[in-house]
């Protein structure tokens, strides 16, 4: 393996030959550095060892009917002429640069620094592009005059997202900053160059999706507010409906009462005065409403 042409081998984790031809790629690999890259659980991170560097770094998931958030682990080890990327799951960013190499759209990585550069600019780019849906929705919701329950769930859906990603993101950033102030050989200065340019594209996100979960919040209790007026305005208006009609329940039982004959029951138009005088009744409270704004 001592051929300096640059070599890229990407590899599937469940296949069964997996760490074979790794060790047939790069004999003199640390087992550390095996054990991480066939790993099944993961964390972002990257370690320097003396035959190579190991960088573990995420990428949203942009497979169909999958969810953005649940992130796919890409496990890479670099040296001067060997690249080696494991995956479990198909990312997207690695057929972004498979097509690159194959004369497809801007020019591929010439260099392992350059791969390990588009890399993280792919991973990076396609998150971002997450965060500005996200952040669309959001702005859709918020210029609404008015915002039912029913947007409930897109918003919790929103913060959980901006809190899944945000856990992740944090030490790839921390990862990244490790990588662009290592000394190789084959990390040039316009490669660290690029690996800065990513870090402040990485820490936008990361104050993007603050923003996002924040904004998130105050459309939720601005939600809750709302739905508590709503509720109020109902039981005030049934209040007011029982405040009317009470007087007249009164009057109409008191004289229902049959103690020695119904009151007035032998008067040919005590009906209409009863009737009359619940109408005189009503009217008088529909005015001192009315005045007193209730």
């Given at each position: 393996?001592?051929?300096?042409?640059?070599?890229?081998?990407?590899?599937?984790?469940?296949?069964?030959?997996?760490?074979?031809?790794?060790?047939?790629?790069?004999?003199?690999?640390?087992?550390?550095?095996?054990?991480?890259?066939?790993?099944?659980?993961?964390?972002?991170?990257?370690?320097?060892?003396?035959?190579?560097?190991?960088?573990?770094?995420?990428?949203?998931?942009?497979?169909?009917?999958?969810?953005?958030?649940?992130?796919?682990?890409l496990r890479i080890w670099v040296?001067?002429?060997?690249?080696?990327?494991?995956?479990?799951?198909?990312?997207?960013?690695?057929?972004?640069?498979?097509?690159?190499?194959?004369?497809?759209?801007?020019?591929?990585?010439?260099?392992?620094?350059?791969?390990?550069?588009?890399?993280?600019?792919?991973?990076?780019?396609?998150?971002?592009?997450?965060?500005?849906?996200?952040?669309?929705?959001?702005?859709?919701?918020?210029?609404?005059?008015?915002?039912?329950?029913?947007?409930?769930?897109?918003?919790?859906?929103?913060?959980?997202?901006?809190?899944?990603?945000?856990?992740?993101?944090?030490?790839?950033?921390?990862?990244?900053?490790?990588?662009?102030?290592?000394?190789?050989?084959?990390?040039?200065?316009?490669?660290?160059?690029?690996?800065?340019?990513?870090?402040?594209?990485?820490?936008?996100?990361?104050?993007?999706?603050?923003?996002?979960?924040?904004?998130?919040?105050?459309?939720?209790?601005?939600?809750?507010?709302?739905?508590?007026?709503?509720?109020?305005?109902?039981?005030?208006?049934?209040?007011?409906?029982?405040?009317?009609?009470?007087?007249?329940?009164?009057?109409?039982?008191?004289?229902g009462i049959n103690v020695g004959?119904?009151?007035?029951?032998?008067?040919?138009?005590?009906?209409?005065?009863?009737?009359?005088?619940?109408?005189?009744l009503a009217v008088f409270q529909?005015?001192?409403?009315?005045?007193?704004?209730?």
């Amino acid at each position: 393996m001592s051929d300096p042409t640059p070599l890229w081998v990407h590899l599937s984790i469940h296949n069964p030959g997996c760490e074979e031809m790794i060790r047939q790629t790069v004999p003199d690999i640390p087992d550390t550095a095996l054990d991480a890259l066939i790993a099944q659980e993961t964390r972002p991170r990257m370690e320097r060892f003396r035959e190579g560097v190991f960088i573990n770094l995420r990428g949203v998931n942009l497979n169909p009917g999958e969810d953005p958030e649940d992130l796919i682990a890409l496990r890479i080890w670099v040296t001067a002429n060997r690249v080696i990327t494991v995956r479990r799951r198909k990312l997207k960013t690695i057929k972004d640069i498979r097509l690159r190499l194959g004369g497809s759209g801007h020019p591929g990585p010439v260099t392992t620094g350059e791969f390990v550069v588009q890399l993280a600019e792919g991973l990076t780019d396609r998150l971002g592009d997450v965060i500005e849906v996200m952040d669309e929705d959001l702005e859709k919701i918020e210029e609404r005059t008015e915002i039912s329950s029913d947007f409930i769930p897109a918003i919790n859906n929103m913060r959980r997202m901006c809190v899944i990603l945000r856990r992740h993101l944090v030490p790839q950033e921390s990862a990244l900053v490790r990588l662009a102030g290592l000394s190789v050989d084959w990390l040039h200065d316009s490669d660290k160059d690029e690996l800065k340019l990513i870090l402040d594209d990485v820490h936008r996100h990361l104050e993007n999706m603050d923003e996002i979960k924040e904004r998130a919040n105050i459309v939720r209790d601005r939600i809750s507010h709302e739905s508590a007026e709503k509720i109020n305005r109902t039981i005030f208006s049934l209040t007011l409906l029982a405040a009317m009609f009470m007087p007249m329940t009164f009057v109409t039982g008191l004289l229902g009462i049959n103690v020695g004959g119904i009151p007035g029951s032998e008067h040919p138009v005590a009906f209409w005065y009863v009737a009359g005088g619940l109408l005189a009744l009503a009217v008088f409270q529909f005015v001192m409403f009315k005045i007193l704004k209730l």
